[in-house]
């Protein structure tokens, strides 16, 4: 009897922080995704429930949360990835426009840092960036303060790099944010990065493509998504594949396809409001973009882009690795557009 083949979820790996932003946004996240996944160091493991306990628990209740335990998560290899990247980002001078000081340092646990699975490795990463004046000793022994823009940046990082991981416990950790200013950190060091000669940045403009649900109870918006979440969940999926596509073109061709496939995502997205404005008689909308980079799997770990040189310091060659580094955008906005 052949092995039973196990479905791989799409999570939206929600990032920066160990809890959301905005909880009445997850009720919008939910449509999109087939659940929410939360980078959750041990010590703060009921932090989601304590901050937010109605939507957390009510997720959990429907088996729509995912809690990471980065003591779990990450292991020595991603450890090495990290350092790696941020030593060639400060040796390359891409982190050089960060000011030294700052009055409000914020706590980054010592396990997101790696300190579970690679001391060492760790204590690398903590020297270089203490040079820098970007980090200072643990207060509590438990947490590193930090530059709130330095662990914005690993944060970032920690969404990518853990994505080949979640593939092993059959999530697809898809890396989405509230906040507009995380991502466009994201793209801004893309940007930055020596990229490959196939890899481009693309973007995805914010598609009003629901109402947004954050004022309604989460069981109504749970009743919601049973019914009409499918058409949701593909149209984010839609969105990742493109990009996938999209990546290892050239300029003209890139242009050309992108062009068409706006057009259908646009018109896929009208025919989504539209049905989401009729079941809620409400004219706010909730919108979706991506942003991020796709290389051809022959030029090695896509990661590896992140910054120059880093390929020269540890990255490996592994094709079972994501050909691609993104970032979702979901929030709520204006007045859906006269249509």
């Known amino acids: 009897m052949g092995q039973a083949t196990v479905e791989t979820r799409n999570l939206a790996f ?21 659940g929410v996944a939360l980078l959750v160091p041990d010590y703060l493991r009921n932090k989601p429930v304590d901050v937010d306990p109605a939507i957390a628990t009510g997720l959990l209740n429907h088996g729509l949360l995912e809690i990471l335990s980065p003591e779990e998560m990450i292991t020595k290899e991603a450890a090495d990835r990290m350092a790696g990247t941020i030593v060639s980002l400060i040796e390359s001078g891409a982190i050089d426009a960060i000011p030294d000081g700052h009055p409000h340092f914020a706590e980054l646990s010592m396990s997101r840092l ?13 020297r270089r960036l203490h040079e820098r004046g970007f980090v200072r000793p643990s207060e509590d022994g438990v947490s590193i303060p930090m530059h709130p823009i330095v662990r914005n940046l690993i944060l970032v990082l920690w969404s990518q790099f853990l994505r080949p991981i979640g593939r092993t416990l059959g999530m697809e950790l898809s ?42 109870p989460l069981e109504e918006v749970l009743q919601f998504r049973e019914s009409e979440g499918v058409a949701y969940r593909r149209y984010s999926r839609d969105l990742q594949s493109l990009l996938r596509a999209l990546g290892p073109l050239d300029r003209e061709e890139r242009t050309a396809a992108l062009r068409d ?33 796709a290389w051809a799997l022959l030029h090695g770990d896509v990661l590896a882009g992140f910054a120059a040189g880093a390929s020269a310091v540890g990255f490996g060659t592994r094709q079972e690795d994501s050909a691609d580094a993104y970032s979702y955008l979901l929030r709520a906005s204006a007045k859906f557009p006269q249509i």
Request: glycine content about 8%.
């Open 261 to 293: 496939r706006r057009d259908e995502l646009a018109e896929r997205a009208l025919a989504l409001r539209q049905n989401a404005k009729q079941a809620w008689k409400k004219d706010v909308a909730v919108t979706l973009g991506l942003a991020g980079a």
């Open 114 to 126: 790696g300190y579970a699975a690679a001391p060492d490795i760790a204590d690398t990463i903590f």
């Open 14 to 34: 929600y990032y920066p922080g160990p809890i959301w932003q905005w909880g009445d946004q997850i009720k919008n996240a939910i449509l999109f995704f087939d």
């Open 175 to 216: 890396p989405l944010t509230d906040r507009p200013e995380v991502m466009a950190g994201l793209v801004e060091l893309l940007g930055q990065a020596e990229m490959p000669s196939a890899g481009h940045i693309v973007q995805f403009d914010l598609k009003a493509v629901g109402v947004d649900l954050s004022s309604f």
